[in-house]
C-alpha cells in the first residue's frame, strides 16, 4: 500500500547525529557492533542480508489485542516482514497481563532473549541493565543502519533527551504516538441512553457526578424492570488508560501517572502526588462512593476481557459508567449497539472548581531493547528500521491490505478535519493475527489521524470518536510545567529507584484497593500509610529525581 502524503525523507540533522555518535565513549564496541558487515546489503535496501545467508533472533513480547501469534506460519505482517528483510524472528510469546512478571523472572534468571519487545522500561530500567551490560548501547547502530529513525528523531529532538542515560547512550528504541488520543488516552465514558431515561445530562461537576451515579443505582436506569441490576462505575485497571482513580484523582489535584505522579510545585519541588491531602479527600470521595453500591469493587481484579464481556451482557447495558482510551476497553468494536450508547464525560470539575485531566507529553516510549546475547544486533536494528516508515507503521497496525482491518478510501472520501482520505478504518473483532497490533517501534506523526476517512456514518466510527473526544479533553491536560520531566540517572541512582518504583507499584496497588473498599480506614490509616512510603524510600526517591532535576536545569 502506497501512503503517499504519509512518505518521510531520509533527513540527518547534524546536532542529532553528532548527539548520537557522541554519545558513550563504549557505544562502539563489540556489543554495538556484532556480526560482520559483509553479509549484509546496502543500508536502505531490502531484504538486508545477502542471498544465502541465514540470521535469526530470539524476541520477547506480549501478545496485543487481537494477536494469538506473532508466529511467521500464522501472522500476515510476520510472514510480510521476515519476507522483506530476510531474517527469522523466533518469538517468546507471553501474555501482556504477565509481561512485566515474566520479563522481572526471565531477566533474574538470566535465560533472557537476544531482543525484548513492549516493555516500556524507565529511562532508570534501561540504565540499570546498560550498566550491567544486559542492554546493549544503540547510538552508533543508529547512526550507522537506521536512516528512517534518524530522520525522525531530527523531527522530534526531544525523545533523544528524553530517553538517553547518563551514560550518553541509548538503551532502546523508541514508538512516538503523537496523537491527540494518546496524550489524554485515561477519558471517562457514560452511558448516554440511560441518562436519557432518566431525564440527567453528562455531569460537569463532582456534585453532579455523584448524582448521576447514584440515580444509575437506584432509578431502573436501563429500563428493564429489575433496579438491581445496573453497576453504576466499573471497569479495569488492567485496561489501556483505564484508572479511574486517576481520573477521579484529577477533580482534587493534577496527576499523571506518565510522570509517576511526581509533581513540581510552584518553587520547582517535587512531591509525590500520591502522599498529598487532595489525594487523601481522592480516596475520601471513592470510599464514599464504594460504601453506597456506586463503585465496584470487581474494578480492581478483572481484567479487560472479563469487562468486555459484562459490559456486553446481550439482554441489557449493566455498566453505567467506565474509564478508559477508547470504547474498545469495554466493548468489541463490531458491537455498535452497545458501545454506541456512551458518549465521553469531558473533564469533571472538582470541589475546588479544578479541570483537570491525566497527560501523557509526546516523549514516545522505550519498547525495543537488544541484550548482549544477540549476536547480530546489525541485523535488528536494520530489520526495525523499516517499522519507522509510514507504510511500515501502518501494515503493522492494520495489516496488509485485503487483511480485513481496512479499505482503500473510495476517491472524494473527506477525513475527520474534512480533507480527503486515503483508508477506511474496518472493525478489527473479525481480523485476527493480520498484524502485530502496533507492537514494537513505529512513529505517528502528526497527521497520522487524517489518513483515515469518515463513513455517512461517523458516530458508528470509534476513530473518530476518539479524534473528537479528544478535543474535549486536550485543554485541560496537566501542565508539563507541573510535571516532573523525564530524567537521566547514574548507575547508583538506577538501582535504588527500580528497587523503589518496583515496591511502590505493589504497594500503592493494594493500598489504593484498601483505602476505597474500606478494609483500611483511610483517616486512622494515614499516618501508616505515609510511614510506610518513607519505609519503601520515597524520600530518597525524591531527593534522588530532585537533585538531577536541578543538575538537568543549571545547565
Known sequence: MHIGKFLLKTILLASIVGSLAGCGEDSSDNRGAGGSEDIYTEVGTYPIVKEGVDLSFTAFAPLLTNITTYAYDTNLFTKHFQDLT???I?????????????????????DYTDVILEMSNTLSELSLYGSQGIFIPLNDLIEKYMPNLQSVLAKNPQVVDAWTATDGNMYALPKIVGSLNNQVGNKMWMNQVWLDNLGLEVPKTIDE????LKAFKEQDANGNGDPNDEIPLTGSYKAWAGDITMFIGNMFQPMSSSCKFLNLDEDGKIFYAKATDEWKEALKFMNKLYNEGLFDDMYFSQT?????????????????????????VFANTTNHERWGQYTWVPPIEGP???ISTAHTPDL???????????EDPIAVVRMFDYMYTPEATFENEYGLEGSGRYRLAPEGTKNYVGGPAEVINLSADAAKDVSWGGLGPSYHDEDWVLMFGVSDKPA??????????GQDYIDYAQDINTMVPSLAFDIDDSRILVDVETNLGMYIDQITADFITGK????????????????IGMTEYIEIHQKVLDEKLSK
Do not use: H
Not at 509481561?99 to 526471565?106: A, E, G, I, T
Not at 457526578?209 to 448521576?212: L, S
Not at 514516545?364 to 544477540?374: D, M, P, Y
Open 86 to 88: 530476510g531474517v527469522e
Open 90 to 110: 523466533e518469538w517468546v510469546e507471553v501474555t501482556s497481563a504477565d509481561r512485566k512478571q515474566k520479563f522481572n523472572v526471565m531477566m533474574t534468571g538470566g
Open 209 to 212: 457526578f455523584y448524582n448521576v
Open 304 to 328: 479487560t476481557d472479563q469487562l468486555i464481556k459484562l459490559a456486553s451482557n446481550p439482554d441489557a447495558a449493566v455498566v453505567g459508567t467506565t474509564v478508559g482510551g477508547s470504547v474498545t
Open 352 to 354: 475546588t472548581g479544578l
Open 364 to 374: 514516545g516510549r522505550a519498547v525495543l531493547s537488544i541484550t548482549n546475547k544477540c
Open 460 to 469: 458508528e466510527e470509534v476513530g473518530f470518536l476518539l479524534f473528537t473526544a
Open 520 to 535: 483500611v480506614d483511610i483517616e486512622k490509616g494515614w499516618a501508616d500509610y505515609l510511614a510506610m512510603l518513607d519505609n
